[in-house]
């Protein structure tokens, strides 16, 4: 009988190349949400796409999944430095006694600072079935605050604001744990207030 060779590198699993697939389905189906959130008929001045909580739970799931993945991550995905990350818990009654423009930059502040630590690691990861992850990861943050910035709301500005909002991570895994606590939280909460997704719809 002849011999029966199998190509796959260590590097081409099937099985991360089935889990690239459905990661870009996903982010069709986020897109798709919001093209029909934008063009839905009777509204006189539609909703924003970001402020249907579909898209950001489609946002929050990647970003676990990438969490998930670090966790269980043993080699070439370690951390050559600690990283600054915002911090991601909320002190309700303080944050209700801001207007939508203070929240707004301290979330793009939060992302700018995630954006900037996720870049690094994106550089630096050498697993490649973390890799993609990462990078959808980076991208989907991009994303997210171009998003925020087509609410009309005020930008954040160049300075990311004291020490006393931010704190510094020691691996991936504690880094992509912000990431999605940092969307549940901050960017949710800015979202419910923002004056473009509530808009009266009737």
């Known amino acids: 009988m002849g011999n029966r060779r199998t190509n796959w590198r260590n590097d081409e699993d099937p099985v991360r190349e089935n889990a690239d697939f459905d990661m870009e389905i996903s982010r069709l189906i986020a897109v798709l949400l919001m093209v029909l959130e934008w063009t839905r008929p009777g509204l006189p001045t539609p909703l924003r796409p970001i402020c249907d909580p579909r898209v950001l739970d489609r946002f929050i799931k990647e970003a676990r999944d990438t969490e998930a993945a670090t966790r269980v991550c043993r080699e070439g995905c370690g951390l050559a430095e600690p990283l600054t990350v915002p911090l991601t818990s909320v002190d309700y009654s303080i944050w209700e006694n801001k207007n939508v423009q203070e929240q707004a930059r301290e979330v793009q502040a939060g992302l700018s600072l995630l954006g900037q630590a996720i870049n690094v690691v994106r550089a630096s990861v050498t697993n490649s079935a973390l890799h993609s992850l990462i990078e959808n990861s980076y991208n989907n943050i991009r994303s997210i605050g171009q998003v925020l910035n ?53």
């Open 150 to 202: 087509s609410l009309n709301i005020q930008e954040a500005p160049s300075s990311t604001g004291g020490s006393e909002d931010t704190w510094r991570v020691t691996t991936t895994s504690e880094l992509f744990h912000v990431h999605t606590n940092f969307l549940r939280g901050k960017v949710r909460l800015l979202l419910s207030s923002a004056p473009a997704c509530n808009q009266d719809s009737s």
